[in-house]
């Protein structure tokens, strides 16, 4: 076994993506995600995925902060991103192109993220660190999803969250 790095490596990534195409048109909105450290984590995992946009909305920071560069490596530059003041009209706006609208949270009528059939036009919704998505935002959202915890813990990193669902959908049929 020998490791890949440089073009070796770039040619696995190329004839994997090409194996493999995604299926799904997936955007990312951010609802207040506060910290710079999970803005620039979430660009990373768009990047990684290949998600279509990621709106910033309410009190996420944007990639001017340098934490969200530092920590995002940059990938700011290369997922299609907005800022928009106000989550609920994203979210209203989506659902009139066609997209179902998901919220990453923990609400009453749940489903766990792998019993969901996705559309191929969907949206993930994640809300602020202590207090989740809004109830403003969670009125306009077709479906909540959740990642199960077997240990003490509550709950993921926000970003950890969506890497869990994204990649999810991303290997869906």
Partial sequence: MKQLQATPLKRFHRDWKRAHPIRHDVVLVLNSVQYPANVGSVFRIADAVALKRVYLCGLTPTPDNPAVVKVGRDKHRYVPWEY??????????????????????????????????????????????????????????????????????????????????????????
């Fill in 84 to 173: 928009q003041e106000r989550a609920e009209e994203v979210v209203a706006a989506l659902r009139d192109e066609g997209y179902r609208i998901y919220a990453l949270e923990l609400t009453d009528s749940a489903c766990p993220y792998y019993e969901v059939e996705y559309p191929e036009k969907l949206c993930v919704v994640l809300g602020n660190e202590d207090h989740g998505v809004t109830r403003a935002v969670l009125a306009h959202c077709d479906e909540s999803l959740f990642v199960p915890m077997y240990g003490k813990g509550l709950s993921l990193n926000v970003h950890v969250s969506a890497a869990v669902v994204l990649y999810h959908v991303l290997h869906l049929a």
